[in-house]
């Protein structure tokens, strides 16, 4: 491995800018030149699977991948690493498509708390594609570097060993390694939307407009939202919705837009609730098609707490019954940092609410009334409320425009 060297004297807290690549996203940070690999990982881009124990290269909790090999996070400064490929545990499989070892680890009781196991994964992941003859008896030598504190190290030779007798002839490469845009927490350039305390307007990037595209990532998304509601309102008044973006933005629970920046993209808050915990995006949206019966937008934003999300959200409004609308949204998200840490239900339940709420809140709007969304995260029983209150509105709207029908 050979090591990009610093081009300049640096001083430890000056922030530097450094380009990576991680788990196949391009990702550019600002950080001091004193932060390591394995603090910039979790710290910066919310990537809190390289674990941290010693710090002292001992131990080999942080073992990634720099440029395909092994390396010690901990020891290592990211600036050194400019134009590096890094590839951590969250690269190497999905939730739902592990990667043969983590499968394996899992089938041999190879973790018990789990703190060493990111290491063990990738230094056996390293071990095995350089070594892929290695022998049962020297595998416990060859995985030394990495130190199990709950001595689970039976297991985790077992589920090494079966790895590699299965996969002589290769090992299958990472399979969660996408081009995706990560929002780091303190990332330079235009795609970063400014931190969470900052008011509108402020910080960096207020004043330089907007990115050029916001892309979204390949690969599976976190989550995929497919919801179809039936709102009283006629089509022509939805469509009415459809070509206010503020409005249409007052109808989503919890989201504020605060600047329009032109050609067709806005920025804006969001707050949402993930079980207890509060989350405060800030970030862009920017519309991709507008007309009377279809809007499509990608957005992204990132919290305080080093969290990011992107969307790519598409609504479309079709005559329903009793001269109602059908309004199907789908929405394909993606979450990276502590949020993707809460899992795929939780945050799919959470999303699948809102949209529910924000086509009620439409269906208001529609209708001439005040969406009704307050600044406040929404809450279980103000989300309860809100859909008895809707249920008596329809029905007396219904009501109405039955008896404008009959002759
Ligand atoms: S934390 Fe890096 S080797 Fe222990
Ligand atoms: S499983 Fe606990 S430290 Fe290894």
Known sequence: MTLPQPTARTGADQDVEVSLTVNG????????????????????LGLTGTHVGCEHGICGMCTVLVDGDAARACLLFAVQLDGAEITTVEGLGRPDELHPLQEAFGRHHGLQCGFCTPGFLMSSYDLLTHEPDVEREDLPSKLSGVLCRCTGYRGIVDAVDEVAHAHRDGLPGPGNCHRRTLVGRTAAGTTVPPAVDQPAGEGPGADEGHPEEIALPEGEPTIRIDVTSALDAAPEDVARVFHDVRLLA??????????????????????????????????????????????????????????????????????????????????????????????????????RRMFADFARALDRAAAGEEPAVDARPPSAVALLWSSLVDRVRARRRRATSGRRRRP
């Open 250 to 351: 007052r109808c989503l629970p919890g989201a504020e837009l605060t600047d329009d920046l032109g050609d067709d993209w806005y920025r804006g808050r969001a707050r949402v609730a993930l079980g207890p915990v509060k989350l405060a995006f800030n970030g862009m949206a920017h519309i991709l098609e507008q007309s009377d019966e279809r809007i499509r937008m990608n957005g992204q934003g990132r919290d305080s707490g080093g969290g990011g999300a992107q969307a790519g959200i598409t609504m479309v409004a079709a005559p329903g019954d009793d001269g109602g609308t059908t309004l199907r949204a789908t929405a394909d998200v993606f979450l990276t940092g502590r949020i993707a840490g809460f899992g795929r239900s939780l945050a799919g339940d959470v999303s």
């Open 25 to 44: 996203s391009p990702v550019t940070v600002s950080l001091p030149a004193r932060v390591t690999l394995s603090d910039a990982l979790r710290d910066h």
